[in-house]
């Protein structure tokens, strides 16, 4: 069982940047492709940003420019850079791991609240 932990949440201002984290419990990002969701209540939660073992990072383009996931596979952590935040930006952020192996294996964070709002 993997546990994934976020941190970094919290209110900033239209404009600002916030950086989340997501420490995970173990060594998994060689072999699960780790993603940042977020979810506003009434609606389906959003895939923000993804990485894959490889490196190869995906955003949709409601976030694209503004937003970078990275990883210390050092500290066994994920980032989401968030700048030029904006109030639709709102949400319950989580991280997520995610690795199809013949069975689908996922895991999630706790969920953490990011505010964007003067």
């Known amino acids: 069982q993997v546990q994934l932990v976020e941190s970094g949440g919290g209110l900033v201002q239209p404009g600002g940047s916030l950086r989340l984290s997501c420490a995970a419990s173990?060594?998994?990002?060689?072999?699960?492709?780790m993603n940042w969701y977020r979810q506003v209540p009434g609606k389906p939660r959003e895939l923000v940003a993804s990485i894959t073992p490889s490196g190869t990072t995906n955003y949709p383009d409601s976030v694209k420019g503004r937003f970078t996931i990275s990883r210390d596979n050092a500290k066994n952590t994920v980032y989401l850079q968030m700048n030029s935040l904006k109030p639709e930006d709102t949400a319950t952020y989580y991280c997520?791991?995610?690795?199809?192996?013949?069975?689908?294996?996922?895991?999630w964070g706790q969920g953490i609240q990011v505010t964007v709002s003067s």
């Open positions: 997520n791991a995610f690795r199809r192996f013949g069975v689908i294996t996922d895991y």
């Open positions: 173990a060594s998994i990002f060689s072999i699960y492709i």
